[in-house]
């Protein structure tokens, strides 16, 4: 059995789930009979061990539920990214070739052939319960991410390797049968779908599930003496999103155990700022490869102490830091973080090859991350090796960008790099060679016409034109020399 059906009998009428969007509950026996029945529904709509079931829609409870029941049905969950342009999800469609697409309202409104999830419970409650019959080894999940050579990467993951996120996040987040987490994060994400999900159910918590992200509606929910949520993840523009609000008291966040925070840099005066209020802000580290990796304490003086870390590995994962080299750096020194442990991914979905080189011979992923690690064993994200950037949460690749940007007949060339801002993070700053400077008098219409095939996140904020992209002799471009480009033009605003 798994965890769920475990809960099922410990104590099955304790809720598992509230989705407050939808004004549904369900206890754990209600959850477990849930899952079995859609795995019913899968068998009897024809899908067999190993094929692949998309999913676009928002968070609710049948993307949980679904999430689970292909686990127990031998078959692939392919969460997708509804932040997508219609382009960018057919390619991922075309890549993954499901035999199924189930979607809420946004796969009606870019017209995709889809099976509505609204109906999803109606037509499976006439359904006997299935008897599970899967191996833990086999793969049940794809997560998309995009590569930096621009093609998605379908990053594979097992009912074993997500156990292994699910006791590391367990560990690190003080997770028990009281834990009541606000899902909020999109599940989309290894973060919104695993490390947000899985641990709750596991102990015997509780879900409140939630369809997105409103600050007002946030700060009620998470002050909402019926729900008594615990636990809430948000990246750190949201957490400053909730402390300008004007309905932001903390006093109303005494349930809170504790907010944690991922996906992108939080500036230390930030977290200092929720310290003083008495709420720890526990910062962590994970990918879609390799799950929740580091977690900070919830002990407030040590998060004053270690301000910007990420915190800790739990003793299931191994963490290195290694130079250029391959060999392990000095205390203090930068690093690549590099990592071993049955958290991590088993497969990248049709790119074997890509797959083997993202590991060294001895069997460590390369995380291509940059990290210092202190006297007290925390960890601390320094850069990243690759160009990657995030912004608001969302992680951007320009080479992906780029690949888009020039297709435009009037782009010659062109160079994208992440710069800093106060509300998302990071923004992008696309440097253009135009065949010609009028075709660029509406650089908002310009900006514009990329909406159509790239998520808004994506889209640049800033456009510079220039005569020429600086590369180097084997023709890469030399980011370094145009974010000194920013600085000067910013030094002469």
Known sequence: MDFVTLQARLRPGSIAVNDVTHCRTWSYTEFDNTINR????CQVNGLKQGDRVACLSKNRAELVALHLACARAGLLFVPLNWRLAKEELEALMSDCTPAILIGDETAAAMQFNYYDINQLLSDSQSLSAAEPDYDEHTPSLILYTSGTTG??????????????TTL???QLGHVNEHSVFLCETPMFHVIGLVSCVRPALYCGGSLVISDAFEPGRTLSRLADESLRISHYFCVPQMANMLRQHDQFDVSNLKNLKALLTGGAPHPEVQIRAWLNDGIPIVDGYGMSEAGTVFGMPFDVQLLDENAGCVGLATPRVRVRLTDEHGKEVAEGEAGEVEIKGGNLFVGIWQQEAMYKQCFTAEGWFKTGDMAVCNQAGFYRIVDRKKDMFISGGENVYPVEVEGVVLKHPAVKDCALIGVPDERWGEVGHLFVVPFNERDFADEEQFLAGLNDHLARYKVPKYVT???AIPRNGAGKILRTVLREQVVHLLAQH
């Open 465 to 467: 034109l220039t005569d």
């Open 151 to 164: 093609k998605p990467k379908g990053i594979m993951h097992s009912e074993a390797t997500l156990m292994e």
């Open 168 to 170: 590391n996040m367990t």
């Open 38 to 41: 859609l795995v019913s529904w």
